[in-house]
């Protein structure tokens, strides 16, 4: 298939620049895949269309403030946003302007508590970095960073903790799960009052999720790893529920490729520490997960591909349509679907 096959026109101004005054009251297009009907709820109105029995799985990494302003050691602006940890205050980095963080080029940040080193400049033009603070890293990056608000986005919301989800817990993203914004603690009760269970995995999300697709066709597009975990009780949950005919609701992309790039032929999930570059387009046969909540993603990218692969291109792409003239609320802070 070519990346063109996944295009469509969005008015700007459809593109949500806030989160919704209540997380819960965003809209929630739902989409049945096997027919291709579309109903329009409220999010708050998820557990009426989820089954007792059902499982919902949640991606429970948390942001970290990943991107750095500061100075290089010769003078000038530059800005560091944080990818990937590599281990001993080594990170993988995106750098700007790059042309200046040369091998060797040394940066400090906020007072000099951090400062840091370009180890090595990589292929794909990121850099690795190493850092020296005294403490706690994460605790000095609370400190010093900034949100790593998608470029879409141009102003930080007032509340930086909307930009995170409630349950939010293992410290490692460069973006946030966007579908789990939706949620809020008494929701998620609900949803177990239902007979819904929730399980949690957790998946850091890196930028290559969000990268372009350059390749003409989807073949020759490589995803970059990413680091997930499925934990024991989790995977034990969705084998449970897979065995007694309960359907898996991912919540969020990220949830969803973690799931998929574990499960066996065999239809037994195992736990799981590692990395993951699963690529999922049209074609692909889901092996784990029956349904998925989702929010909406940008033309020709890899999230949009991935819906498409769970419900068929031509009706997401109908639902797309649909949800432009219906006035949806586009991508991170945007409105939601339910696709099940």
């Known amino acids: 298939m070519r990346t063109k096959d996944f295009h469509y026109d969005l008015p700007p101004e459809l593109i949500a620049q806030t989160p919704a005054e209540k997380r819960d009251a965003s809209r929630l297009l739902h989409l049945d895949k096997t027919s291709g009907e579309i109903t329009h709820h409220l999010f708050h109105m998820l557990p009426a269309l989820l089954r007792a029995g059902d499982c919902m799985i949640l991606n429970n990494s948390r942001v970290i403030p990943a991107r750095l302003l500061g100075r290089r050691e010769t003078g000038g602006e530059t800005e560091l946003l944080l990818l990937r940890d590599r281990g001993e205050d080594v990170w993988e980095c995106l750098a700007k302007p790059g042309k200046k963080a040369r091998l060797g080029a040394r940066f400090q940040f906020g007072d000099g508590r951090l400062t840091a080193e370009v180890l090595e400049v990589l292929e794909n033009g990121n850099r690795l970095v190493r850092f020296r603070y005294d403490g706690i890293f994460l605790e000095v990056l609370e400190q010093l960073g900034k949100m790593p608000l998608p470029p879409y986005i141009r102003q930080e919301p007032e509340d930086a903790g909307r930009y995170q989800t409630v349950y939010a817990k293992a410290p490692g993203s460069a973006a946030a799960p966007t579908a789990g914004l939706h949620f809020t603690r008494p929701l998620l009760a609900k949803l177990q009052s239902k007979g819904v269970s929730l399980g949690y995995v957790t998946l850091h999300v890196g930028l290559g999720t969000f990268r372009p697709v350059k390749a003409e066709e989807l073949e020759d597009h490589e995803m970059h790893a990413e680091y997930c975990e499925i934990p024991v009780e989790t995977a034990a949950l969705i084998n449970r ?98 696709i099940g």
Not at 266 to 282: D, R
């Open 241 to 338: 529920t897979k065995r007694a005919g309960g359907r898996v609701i991912a919540v969020g992309t990220t949830s969803c490729r973690t799931l998929e790039s574990r499960m066996g032929e065999s239809g037994v999930l195992e736990p799981y520490q590692g990395w993951t570059n699963i690529f999922i387009y049209p074609g692909y046969r889901f092996k784990c997960v029956d349904g998925l909540v989702t929010n909406f993603h940008l033309p020709e990218s890899t999230l949009l591909m991935l819906v498409s692969a769970l419900a068929g291109r031509e009706n997401i792409l109908r639902a797309y349509d649909t949800a432009v003239r219906e006035r949806y609320r586009f991508f991170s802070f945007g409105d939601a679907m339910f």
